[in-house]
T-cell receptor
Framework: AQSVTQLGSHVSVSEGALVLLRCNYS??????LFWYVQYPNQGLQLLLK??????LVKGINGFEAEFKKSETSFHLTKPSAHMSDAAEYFC?????????FGSGTRLSIRP | EADIYQTPRYLVIGTGKKITLECSQT?????MYWYQQDPGMELHLIHY???????EKGDLSSESTVSRIRTEHFPLTLESARPSHTSQYLC???????????FGQGTRLTVV
């Protein structure tokens, strides 16, 4: 069965600093992996996804993630944090009939 | 652009009332989902559907029920609301296969 673990329920970085949000997955089949962002009182918005092919995936708002099969990881990064990046971030993996979400990471940006 | 809509956005209702949360999508997606999200952020799948006349219970037990009479519509009903039902409810849809889900903006339910 597929599962997702997000390391760190809260991450705080300074504006302009590197953002790194960690996600590890467990899957018995080649996974499809996603990162979503949720702003206050909103639904989830897709940031990026990995299905097949290139392991470095670029998404919206300058975010990218790298699929590392050997490490079963799909960490999300952004070179330079902006105040508008403050939100909740969810890593997800598709299972046979469902989408399995991690527990989420709250990203705070310090001025 | 995703077209999935939830109404109402906010609802405050008394204990014992029957409520229906509406979810509609215009993308023709076969799969639809309901998630419950508490203040701690984690998303719990409570119901999903493969298509018309298909409904399945999710990973988290819920007293709510769902129906799927039309492809575009996936309402969630609570026959008798209780304070423990206070939460945010998110509806989503996706195409067949291992594709991403598109989310509505959510309904924040408060039962007093």
């Amino acid at each position: 069965a597929q599962s997702v673990t997000q390391l760190g329920s809260h991450v705080s970085v300074s504006e302009g600093a590197l953002v790194l949000l960690r996600c590890n997955y467990s899957s018995s089949v080649p996974p499809y992996l996603f990162w979503y962002v949720q702003y206050p009182n909103q639904g989830l918005q897709l940031l990026l996804k990995y299905t097949t092919g290139a392991t470095l995936v670029k998404g919206i708002n300058g975010f990218e993630a790298e699929f590392k099969k050997s490490e079963t990881s799909f960490h999300l990064t952004k070179p330079s944090a902006h105040m508008s990046d403050a939100a909740e971030y969810f890593c997800a993996v598709t299972s046979a009939s469902k989408i399995i979400f991690g527990s989420g990471t709250r990203l705070s940006i310090r001025p | 652009e995703a077209d999935i809509y939830q109404t109402p956005r906010y609802l405050v209702i008394g204990t014992g009332k029957k409520i229906t949360l509406e979810c509609s999508q215009t993308m023709g997606h076969d799969k639809m989902y309901w998630y419950q999200q508490d203040p701690g952020m984690e998303l719990h799948l409570i119901h999903y559907s493969y298509g018309v006349n298909s409904t399945e219970k999710g990973d988290l037990s819920s007293e709510s029920t769902v129906s799927r009479i039309r492809t575009e519509h996936f309402p969630l009903t609570l026959e008798s609301a209780r304070p423990s039902h206070t939460s945010q409810y998110l509806c989503a849809s996706s195409e067949e296969g291992f594709t991403e889900a598109f989310f509505g903006q959510g309904t924040r339910l408060t039962v007093v």
